[in-house]
């Protein structure tokens, strides 16, 4: 007879990975990635299971070349720490837009997360708020020797309001399909002040609780901050959607929960379309 513990580790499924380097040619295509998720079909109680092979290509694509690229062959682009801005150009944007409203659905985060919203290509309503950089307009008026600020001051002040990075507290939606397979709490890795302004056309899916900080250091009223803003959003472009992380969620690769959040983006996002419905 089998263990539990065997059982569990029958049915759990399973993801193999292949890679393919290519020289850079006139085509779009540098690197090719096949993905397999493995999927137990039989009863509980039996043999050892039949598996399944459910895959999905990645592509590398020059982001110069989104302009003129076809891009009905995709359905799922992965934008990361970029902002795409001066490299995409109109074009590029209103390919882009093109191709999201016939179903086209972009995963970003950082910089690619504020490159799709208000500050950027204007793709989605979404606003990514960064505290700012300190500076007093009222030194204007002052002279030149009171408001100058010396190296030391500098320095000091780059210190105060930031942190280095720690894990926080989140709450997801647990009606919203990215929150498959999760708990209603998780813990996220946070190397900024970076988050989004909470949306009301699309789905505030992951927001900072109210005492968010679980371990690392942050100033007096940073949780404070945080409290206010949204961790992930997804919004719908016409029949596609955007799904925007602040920060990334495959930083080193630290937290296994966040890895959850990729693949039910990336697996799941087609699936859904215009950003908002209801998964349960």
């Known amino acids: 007879s089998l263990s539990p513990d065997m059982l569990k580790k029958l049915i759990r499924p399973s993801f ?4 393919e380097w290519q020289a850079k040619t006139d085509d779009v295509g540098l690197a090719s990635y096949d993905v397999g998720v493995k999927i137990p079909t039989f009863p509980v109680f039996g043999p050892p299971p039949p598996f399944i092979n459910v ?21 799922v682009m992965v934008i990361s720490g970029a902002n795409l801005g001066s490299t995409l150009g109109e074009r590029g944007v209103e390919n882009l837009r093109s191709w999201m409203q016939a179903g086209g659905v972009v995963v970003a985060w950082e910089g690619g997360a504020q490159f799709m919203g208000q500050q950027g290509s204007e793709l989605t ?7 700012d950089d300190g500076e007093d307009e009222e030194d204007e008026d002052l002279p030149a020797v009171e408001a100058r600020k010396t190296l030391a001051e500098r320095e000091q002040e780059s210190k105060e309001g930031r942190t280095p990075g720690g894990f926080y507290k989140v709450v997801l939606d647990p009606d919203h399909w990215m929150a498959f397979g999760l708990p209603e709490e998780m813990a996220v890795l946070k190397r900024g002040e970076r988050g989004f302004a909470l949306t009301d056309r699309g789905v505030n899916v992951a927001v900072f609780s109210e005492e968010s900080l679980l371990s690392g250091f942050a100033p007096s009223d940073f949780e404070e901050k945080l409290s206010k803003k949204a961790w992930l959003v997804v919004e719908g472009v016409g029949r596609g959607q955007a799904i925007l992380f602040a920060d990334s969620p495959l930083y080193r690769m630290f937290l296994e929960s966040e890895h959850q959040l990729v693949l039910n983006a990336i697996v799941l996002g087609p699936g859904f379309q215009g950003g908002g419905r209801r998964g349960r």
Request: charged residues 20%.
């Open 55 to 75: 895959g999905f290509d990645y592509t590398n694509v020059d982001a110069s070349r989104l302009a003129s690229l076809d891009l009905s062959k995709y359905n």
């Open 125 to 131: 309503s979404i606003t990514t708020q960064v505290e």
């Open 16 to 19: 193999d990975f292949a890679a």
